[in-house]
């Protein structure tokens, strides 16, 4: 939507999933009614049938390990594709909406990062869905919004970098 593979959430991640030997690819989404009341789950349908289409050839039955990187609604898409699917996928979740957290079950496994000032998923909600699974680790930034930005460049950069060392671990 306007968080795209190239910002640096989902740039870093995905060169180091790469340089960790995995096949890495991307889903960009078109959007559109950003104003509209229903947005978050219209814009879910519109990136749910895209993602429906972007992988309708693929066998995942090929790889030997699945990990989804997904940011906002696109964390709501991945694991909605894996349940769908019946795919065993370990999940990297930069800032969900609160919609994500429908499609997690019992054996989720999971890396959530999360603003404490994010406007579309308020802490307590995330805090409380993250806790209820054991497979699922959340990490916090106080004072970062919906993109894990606090307003002060440096701080960005430092959050990134503390994202980017989990998230290596990780895969």
């Known amino acids: 939507m306007g968080y795209h593979c190239d910002k640096p959430l989902l740039y870093y991640s995905r060169k180091l999933a790469v340089k960790a030997g995995y096949e890495v690819l991307c889903a960009d ?41 997904s940011k906002s609604i696109g964390s709501a898409v991945a694991l909605s594709y894996c349940k769908k699917h019946s795919l065993s996928a370990a999940q990297i979740i930069f800032t ?21 000032n994010d406007p579309l998923c308020e802490n307590p909600l995330c805090k409380s869905e993250c806790e209820k699974r054991g497979a699922v680790k959340l990490v916090t930034f106080a004072k970062a919004n919906h993109s894990l930005e606090t ?3 440096l701080q960005n950069v430092g959050i990134v970098k503390k994202v980017m060392a ?5 895969v």
């Open 29 to 69: 989404y078109k959007v559109s009614g950003k104003k509209e009341p229903d947005f978050i789950k219209q814009a879910f349908l519109d990136a749910s049938s895209q993602t429906e289409g972007l992988f309708s050839e693929l066998d995942f039955s090929s790889y030997e390990k699945i990990i989804c990187l």
């Open 151 to 153: 307003g002060e460049v």
């Open 96 to 116: 969900p909406v609160p919609l994500t957290f429908d499609f997690f079950t019992d054996d989720t496994q999971a890396l959530v990062f999360h603003g404490k």
């Open 166 to 170: 989990l998230v290596e671990r990780f």
